[in-house]
């Protein structure tokens, strides 16, 4: 009963609140309601009521309206302190699984001062900013991410409680560009070399000892280092040979150099590789199903193979979708996508 | 934080202590040294001296000087204290120790104020320390005092919400203030329109402490001390007009019992169950020769009259003795409004035996001279002409009326009489009351006030505590009783004008109250900013303060519609609703105009949201032509007007902008957005058709 009430009302709220990459607060998707602190501010209102009552105090009749004003002009002021901010997603984080991704935010105050404004995603939360009128302000905030992928925080909450702290206004931005969570580098086993040392060739060949080899026809994204080329010259076939040593190569890291791995297993191998051919600034190549990149070194292509582990079989979120945050629905959708199990 | 540097261990540890930023934390420190100030003249010593040293504890371990006690030494300071209140309160429960308690309690939380949430807590009890102040001082200064610390608290509370925010005081000061300028409004309705209920259950406030004033018990030298008081009694406005100076007696109980030298009441008041004076003291114009009396409080239940009065508001009693009594003390100010009838019309009945034995007591022994003296006078006069012959005496013999009378020791009213010659109201009226017994004749002290300054304007009386007199009332057989007064024997003056002319020369008055503003009532500037303080407190007391539930009845009876307190709570109700209703209007509507205040951002703002419906939302940063440039792209029919649009745009904002152009590029705009809805309309109506 509770589920279905809170469903609904998630429902309701992300109606209002369409995914966007840049949100404006307005009354249409700010939401007010006393802290506790205000509650117990009613309480006291109450308290000094009979009290005013019971003494025939006019005073504290007055007293007691004057505060009573200043809760309905708290309400106000809370409310102005967050309607016409604009909250625009600048950059989506990148980072990894199970850490938190940097997301960053651009505040732009509207009319009025934004004081104090806090901003949360799940359990983390920026301390308070203070955007005077017309300006802006960056801020950035840690994600959670559980899994490899691309994050989409289902939801980033913006927060005030100025002026008094009795009333909280708040709202919250959807956004719809995803940040990039690579895999978890996990310490690869041993790879099976079989390529030995010093054997640099460009060109994919059968390696001495190789007693066994695979010729398929070329797939698109096989790498073209696969490719026979003397067959090809031969006879026009563009046939890939699949070398079963050549998945011990130092130069490649390969998705099937794990058999029998899960593929989440796979992928984190891959990751701690790359971080470890990073780290001794070795020129490697990655190769994926369906995608392979070239041999290389650098920041530019260490990230550019994280990214493409990170999203490995997974589907870029669309506007349309509104899952929620950490949910792998579209996973399953996707038949092309391989079957996992949780990282 | 770092765990590993040293440093910011001890700083975190230290830091539990003071959490809270110290500008926020000087807000609650400066409301709580002005919420204690009304209640300096009330609260023990010993407890003034705890919340200071409490309080500064807590300021001193915000800078570090000293830590905050730990859980066994704050219950070992809590369980002190409060051995020591309980101690000092000796079990009485009432309003004024519960609110001392209050106190305690208040100041002992500064030593547990470390996080947020104790901030708050201490806001909470901190305003109601202020809602607390008023059941004790209602006046208008006492009343912006404490509205001024609670707005303090208000100011704290914005502040620790954004403690690093800069220019934050002076904002929230500001911020404050036009919150409460623009709800003003609703707040003066409500308290207009508020229904005043009866109490829910009866709350007693009398407080047990000694307060400045007649008691019940007069022995000589007690109303000389009074003098020395220039404290407010009452007020009392009349209508019509005021009453000469010599006929202000107001009469407030009568002593009839002599007890060695004190005089006693026969009659002891009942004793009464505690509760709450009726604070109603009538409505309406005063017809003339009805008054009011505004009276401070003095926990007791006698109210002042003048002679000759009958009650007109339900809150005073005529009791026997043409005296007035509340039904339970006032232990607050109380309003209260009589008539004067025409002499005359008194019921003369005769004393019974009973009475007449109760007017004649004495004690057995003591002032052989006087007892002869008036044995003397017996043999000589009848009754009337015995009182004549006592006034002349005192008037002719010289007797003097001092502030500074002589210890009069044992047979002190023989000493009086024939030795010192010197006394004030009490001694001479005591003396004669003693004399005019000796001689056969009921008499009885009466005492009260005698005299009123006019406050500002003229129009109503101070009644000050120098004011307090003693007189006497004597039974003449045919006439009943009889007002005499041998101070207006002795000094005229005191009588036709007041004490400070009847001891002038004595220059007596008010010497030991250096501080009172009738002190220096020759200094004009003096006198007048005092009397026009106190005509701004009169009506603040009279109206405000004294807006309780039978005048706010008589206000609503002259509205049309008879109101009752039925019609005053759906009225209230309606006024919250409508206040709130109205608020949330303007703020929308400043919402809608903030979104347009410009009207090229409304028509662009439609252009907007016209290619978001046509699927092409504008981007962040994105120039009109590249819009209109997308928007043609994704709908060519409005190709030509979407890049015509543009143009426009970027002529207006890159020209010099005069007002003659303006509206013609507006009208240009507003017309080819028209263009452009029309043709998605019409693109989207055949596509519809197609399909």
């Not at chain 1, 790879?191 to 054997?199: D, K």
């Not at chain 1, 001495?208 to 026979?228: C, F, I, K, Y």
């Not at chain 1, 079989?313 to 996973?331: I, L």
């Not at chain 2, 902008?657 to 109506?685: I, N, V, Y």
């Amino acid at each position: 009963m509770k589920n279905q009430v809170s469903k609904r009302w998630q429902r309701w709220v992300n109606r209002r609140l369409p995914r966007s990459d840049v949100q404006t607060f307005s009354q249409k998707n700010i939401f007010i309601l006393p802290t506790g602190a205000g509650v117990v501010f009613g309480i006291l209102l109450l308290i000094m009521l009979i009290t005013g009552i019971n003494y025939q105090n006019s005073l504290i009749y007055l007293v007691t309206f004057l505060l009573g004003a200043v809760f309905v002009g708290a309400m106000h002021q809370t409310h102005r302190n967050l309607s016409g901010l604009q909250l625009a997603l600048v950059q989506p984080g990148e980072g990894v699984a199970g850490d938190e991704v940097p997301f960053r935010f651009r505040a732009t105050a509207g009319r009025d001062d934004a004081v104090a404004i806090l901003l949360s995603c799940e359990e983390f939360s920026l301390g308070a900013t203070h955007i005077r009128a017309g300006q802006s302000k960056d801020m950035t905030l840690p994600v959670p991410s559980a899994y490899r992928g691309y994050l989409r925080p289902e939801r980033i909450r913006v927060e005030t409680r100025f002026p008094f702290g009795l009333l909280k206004a708040w709202s919250w931005i959807r956004p719809v560009s995803p940040g990039i969570v690579s895999p978890r580098p996990l310490a690869a086993p041993e790879v099976t070399s079989t390529v030995e040392a010093g054997e640099e060739t460009e060109q994919a060949s059968p390696a001495t000892g190789n007693d066994h080899a695979d010729l398929r026809p070329w797939r698109e994204g096989d790498p073209s280092q696969r490719v026979m080329w003397k067959r090809f010259a031969r006879n026009g076939q563009m046939v890939v040979a699949d070398w079963e040593g050549e998945r011990g190569s130092p130069h490649w890291l390969d998705f099937n150099a794990f058999p029998g791995a899960d593929y989440e297993l796979r992928l984190s191998y891959l990751a701690w590789l790359v971080n470890e051919r990073e780290r001794t600034g070795a020129r490697f190549g990655l190769s994926l199903p369906g995608q392979v990149i070239e041999p290389d070194s650098g920041s530019t292509h260490v990230n550019r193979c994280l990214r493409a582990l990170a999203v490995w079989g997974e589907e870029r979120p669309r506007d349309a979708v509104t899952e929620r945050h950490g949910s792998r629905r579209q996973k399953s959708d996707n038949a092309a996508g391989p079957s996992r199990r949780r990282a | 934080m770092s765990v590993s540097d040293g440093s910011s261990v001890l700083v975190a540890a230290d830091g539990a202590a003071t959490g809270l930023p110290s500008r926020a934390l000087l807000w609650l420190f400066g409301s709580f040294a002005i919420l204690l100030t009304p209640q300096l003249d009330r609260l023990p010593i010993w407890l003034i001296a705890a919340c200071l040293v409490l309080a500064g504890w807590r300021g001193a371990a915000q800078f570090g000087h000293v830590r905050l006690p730990g859980r066994w030494l704050r219950t070992g300071i809590m369980l002190v204290l409060v051995a020591v209140y309980i101690a000092t309160v000796q079990g009485r429960f009432t309003v004024d120790t519960a609110a001392s308690f209050f106190v305690l309690a208040v100041g002992l939380k500064w030593l547990e104020t470390r996080t947020v949430r104790d901030f708050y807590v201490l806001f909470f009890i901190l305003a109601y320390l202020g809602t607390v102040n008023f059941l004790f001082h209602q006046e208008i200064h006492w009343s912006l005092v404490n509205i001024l610390a609670v707005a303090l608290l208000l100011v704290g509370l914005q502040i620790i919400n954004a403690p690093d925010l800069p220019g934050s005081v002076k904002a929230g000061w500001k911020r404050l203030g036009l919150m409460l300028l623009k709800t003003l409004p609703i707040v003066v309705l409500l308290f207009v329109f508020f229904p005043r209920m009866e109490p829910l259950w009866s709350v007693p406030l009398v407080s047990g402490q000694a307060r400045t004033g007649i008691s019940d018990t007069m022995r000589p030298g007690d109303i000389s001390n009074l003098a020395q008081s220039s404290e407010r009694a009452f007020r009392a406005t009349f209508g019509g007009q005021l009453p000469a100076y010599r006929d202000r007696y107001w009469r407030g109980l009568i002593l009839d019992y002599l007890d060695g030298e004190t005089w006693r009441q026969s009659e002891r008041d009942p004793l009464q169950r505690p509760g709450r004076v009726a604070l109603d003291g009538g409505v309406g114009e005063l017809e003339t020769g009805e008054y009011d009396v505004l009276l401070e409080p003095t926990d007791q239940r006698w109210a002042f009259a003048l002679e000759g009065s009958r009650a007109v508001s339900s809150n005073v009693i005529e009791e026997s003795n043409d005296l007035f009594r509340f039904r339970r003390p006032a232990d607050t100010s109380v309003r209260y409004r009589l008539a004067r009838e025409d002499a005359g019309n008194q019921a003369r009945e005769s004393l019974t035996y009973e009475q007449r034995r109760r007017y004649l007591q004495l004690p057995a022994t003591g002032n052989p001279r006087a007892r002869q003296f008036a044995r003397d006078l017996r043999t000589q006069y009848g009754d009337v002409e015995l009182v004549r012959a006592l006034l002349t005496r005192f008037r002719e013999e010289p007797y003097f009326y001092t502030l500074r009378p002589p210890t009069m020791g044992e047979n002190g009213i023989d000493n009086l009489l024939f030795d010192s010659q010197r006394g004030f109201c009490a001694h001479y009226a005591g003396a004669t009351t003693f004399l005019l017994r000796s001689a056969g004749i009921p008499a009885r002290v009466v005492v009260g006030y005698q005299g009123g300054a006019p406050g500002a304007g003229g129009d109503y009386l101070i009644v000050r505590q120098y004011d307090a007199h003693a007189w006497v009332e004597v039974w003449i057989g045919d006439r009943g009783w009889v007002r005499i007064d041998p101070t207006a024997a002795i000094a005229p003056s005191r009588i036709e004008s007041g004490l400070r002319d009847a001891v002038a020369d004595e220059g007596s008055f008010l010497e030991n109250n250096w501080a009172s503003p009738q002190r220096y009532a020759d200094i004009a500037v003096i006198q007048w900013a005092s009397l026009q303080l106190d005509r701004i407190n009169y009506q603040w007391q009279r109206w405000i303060v004294g807006y309780q539930g039978q005048t706010q009845m008589n206000l609503m009876s002259r509205l049309p519609g008879g109101f009752g307190m039925r019609e005053l709570g759906y009225l209230t109700a309606g006024i919250v609703g409508a206040g709130l209703l109205i608020a949330g209007l303007i703020s929308a509507w400043q919402m809608r105009r903030g979104g347009s205040r410009d009207a090229f951002l409304r028509i662009i703002g439609g252009w907007h949201h016209l290619s978001a419906r046509a699927g092409v939302p504008v981007r962040v940063g994105e120039t009109p032509s590249t819009l209109a440039a997308r928007l043609a792209r994704a709908e060519p029919a409005v190709a030509e007007s979407a890049r015509l649009f543009a143009h426009s745009i970027n002529s207006h904002y890159y020209s010099d902008g005069s007002s003659a152009g303006r509206d013609r590029e507006l009208k240009r705009l507003r017309r080819l957005l028209q263009t452009m809805k029309k043709q998605l309309r019409r693109r989207h109506s055949t596509t519809g058709k197609r399909s």
